[in-house]
């Protein structure tokens, strides 16, 4: 089964606004990483944080990390009609293996 | 630089067909790894590689086959398509496995029918 669960499935909100999507994952793990999807292409590596890392930030983008809680969340500031995409998190599976979840799937109305 | 290319981008099959998908990467990335997209599914693993002639299973390896004869090359084969094979398919490379950002090719829509 899928490594990482992502919530909430979709999430509508107004430009400008914040942006907060969740993944929770199922065993322990090295790192953790969120990627971004346009419509019909490949993904796109946003930020990677480690087990031993809490909060990291680039850009508009902040990540946290609970490795108690098994979980992470990715806020994005001042959204823009470009953020507009899926968001995936992806986690390492004995460090080999790059298991994603099911994403969460964003849009940012004008 | 070109980054993951796959081949080809789109395909048509007909129930019982074989094809190949190839994946190439130009970055001397040792990690190669095959997903499929199934819409509402996410992304779930194929098979992977760790190193040039070396393959794994992933989580959903059924019907498929892989091999990595060139270190840039990663290439997934379905020998009897079937309509439950109809997906969009992912290549991506990495460094270093999971410790490291993963590039992904632009994919493959795949119709079996």
């Known amino acids: 089964s899928q490594q990482g669960e992502e919530d909430p499935q979709a999430l509508s909100i107004q430009e400008g606004e914040n942006a907060t999507m969740n993944c929770s994952y199922k065993?322990?793990?090295?790192?953790l990483q969120w990627y971004r999807q346009n419509s019909g292409r490949g993904l796109v590596h946003l930020i990677l944080?480690?087990?031993?890392?809490r909060e990291k930030h680039s850009g508009r983008l902040r990540v946290t990390l609970d490795t108690s809680k098994k979980s992470s969340s990715l806020l994005i500031t001042a959204s823009r009609a470009a953020d507009t995409a899926s968001y995936f998190c992806?986690?390492?599976?004995?460090?080999?293996?790059?298991?994603f979840g099911q994403g969460t799937r964003l849009t940012i109305n004008p | 630089n070109a980054g993951v290319t796959q081949t080809p981008k789109f395909r048509v099959l007909k129930t019982g067909q074989s094809m190949t998908l190839l994946c190439a990467q130009d970055?001397?990335?040792?990690?190669m790894y095959w997903y499929r997209q199934d819409p509402g599914m996410g992304l779930r693993l194929i098979h992977y590689?760790?190193?040039?002639?070396?393959?794994a299973k992933g989580e959903v390896p059924d019907g498929y086959n892989v091999s990595r004869l060139k270190k840039q090359n990663f290439l997934l084969g379905l020998e009897s398509a079937a309509p439950s094979q109809t997906s969009v398919y992912f290549c991506?490379?990495?460094?270093?496995?999971?410790?490291?950002?993963?590039?992904f090719g632009q994919g493959t829509r795949l119709t079996v029918v």
């Open positions: 991506a490379s990495s460094s270093f496995g999971g410790y490291t950002e993963a590039f």
């Open positions: 065993t322990s793990i090295n790192n």
């Open positions: 944080i480690r087990s031993n890392e």
């Open positions: 992806a986690t390492d599976q004995g460090a080999q293996k790059l298991v």
């Open positions: 970055m001397n990335h040792e990690y």
């Open positions: 590689s760790v190193g040039e002639g070396t393959t």
